[in-house]
């Protein structure tokens, strides 16, 4: 009888390790896919005619389109505050009011430049909560492989923000020697880093895009029996553009006769992040990781490039207007998200960390106030979208709001309201028709402008900063 008890015992207790471990298991890792500058019309699947994007347009059909889907500013570095932390990056001090940005090298004390810069003493405040420290304490393994944006002194790297693993750049490539207004910036040689330790200086910038793919492939195959989430912010197609000479000699068998890979430089960049893309899956697929794992990709803002496109919608990188901040999105989750679906809810890069909180099978920080939503419901095709109001800035000044349809965009005291749904390139200004509209939307503008600067939190600052170099 002893025996047998012993064997109960032993069965009973293995029954629940494995209960724990299937639980690990089954809730799903993530992959984002963020690229740099690339606007709403440079992926097929959106319209876009002068790219080649076949393994994005396939997880299309497999998954859904998100066609109203923001960035929370038209620049990197508070576009991706605002991914990490689920906030408006005013809300964490890292689009600072207009007063204080200056848009001239050699920033005068107390003053900041609009992104993050080289030996820059202002990054993303340590006491903030990101997606990958959600991750973590979910038991997640966490990795970010390609570029950071939110600081580079060693107090503000990923290694302190949750990542377990870094592999890449501290901001955009062009913070270099090679900067076309080197004169003025003075910026030192780029650096690139493993961890928290620099690697190498001025890397091959025709081989970003080539080497942060095979880490974040190696990442996965490293942690498929774990739970995982997987941050792939990619350099490109941000200038200065860059192919590696593989990609060049495939994409010249598909490109016009007479046509050069060389001379359209920005659809080869884009062909090369499609073959990345491709690369992920392929891995997913590979190691049984495909039907568990949710894959999102999109843009940090519209495309800056003039061979970049953000049509059907008008404006660009800088703006507040459409093109801005509405980015191409595609999201997979075989087996959830319905097959070949077009959402066009309203959704933004912040409720990526409420949502993914939840599916982690955990909170989302409950001591600050977090501006994302949960937005699974609207993913199943089961809700509309969470947001009452979404608000648009830039350089620390409200600009824009959306209501429904409705956006309403005062800039310099000039107005102007559109209705999305029927003007989406927003041509037809109807700001004398719906005085009524208008007046809601001016309401709510002030009071979100109220709120948000009232709690807004301190961005991270650091005395005596220094550029990151080879020790």
């Not at 974040?216 to 195959?221: G, R």
């Not at 997979?332 to 070949?340: L, N, V």
């Amino acid at each position: 009888m002893r025996l047998l008890f012993i064997l109960g015992c032993f069965f009973l207790v293995s029954s629940c390790i494995v209960s724990q471990n299937n639980k690990k298991t089954e809730r799903p890792n993530l992959v984002i896919i963020f690229t740099d500058d690339q606007g709403y019309g440079d992926l097929s699947c959106f319209g876009g005619e002068h790219v080649h994007t076949p393994h994005i347009d396939k997880m299309a059909e497999e998954g859904a389109k998100l066609t109203s889907f923001y960035v929370a500013a038209p620049l990197c570095t508070p576009s991706r505050a605002a991914l990490m932390t689920g906030c408006y990056p005013r809300r964490v001090g890292m689009e600072p009011p207009s007063s204080l940005v200056i848009d001239l090298p050699n920033v005068p004390d107390g003053k900041r430049f609009p992104v993050c810069l080289a030996g820059d003493g202002n990054g993303l405040n340590p006491d903030e909560i990101t997606i990958a420290e959600v991750a973590k304490s979910a038991g997640y393994k966490t990795g970010i492989f390609g570029k950071w944006h939110l600081g580079d002194q060693p107090e503000f790297l990923p290694t302190k923000q949750g990542f377990d693993e870094f592999y890449g750049l501290p901001y955009s490539h062009d913070i270099a020697p090679t900067h076309r207004r080197q004169e003025f910036f003075k910026f030192p040689s780029l650096p690139f880093l493993e961890g928290e330790e620099v690697i190498e200086m001025d890397p091959d910038p025709d081989y970003l895009t080539r080497r942060v793919t095979e880490r974040a492939v190696k990442f996965i195959k490293d942690h498929k029996d774990e739970n995982f989430f997987l941050y792939v912010p990619h350099p490109i197609p941000h200038g200065p553009l860059a192919a590696s000479k593989e990609i060049k000699k495939e994409y010249q068998k598909i490109l016009e006769s007479g046509v050069s890979a060389d001379a359209n430089l920005y659809s080869t960049a884009i062909y090369e992040i499609d073959w990345s893309v491709g690369q992920i899956l392929k891995t997913l697929k590979a190691q049984g990781l495909d039907e568990n794992t949710i894959v999102l990709f999109t843009s940090d803002n519209g495309s800056a490039n003039r061979r970049g496109s953000t049509k059907p919608l008008r404006g660009h990188k800088g703006q507040t207007l459409e093109g801005g901040m509405r980015v191409p999105t595609v999201v997979r989750w075989p087996g959830k998200i319905k097959a070949g679906t077009e959402i066009d809810e309203l959704l933004t890069a912040m409720d990526i960390l409420p949502t993914f909180a939840n599916l982690m099978e955990t909170e989302a920080p409950t001591d600050r106030i977090i501006d994302g939503k949960n937005i699974i419901p609207v993913l199943m095709n089961e809700a509309e979208s969470p947001h009452e109001y979404f608000f648009y800035s830039h350089w620390g000044t409200l600009e824009a709001v959306r209501w429904k349809d409705w956006k309403l965009r005062i800039i310099n005291e000039e107005e102007a309201l559109y209705n999305l749904k029927n003007d989406i390139s927003e041509e037809v200004n109807l700001i004398e028709q719906y005085p009524e509209i208008v007046s809601q939307l001016k309401k709510a503008m002030l009071d979100f402008d109220t709120e948000v600067t009232k709690n807004a939190r301190p961005v991270g600052h650091v005395e005596n900063p220094k550029p990151l170099s080879i020790r």
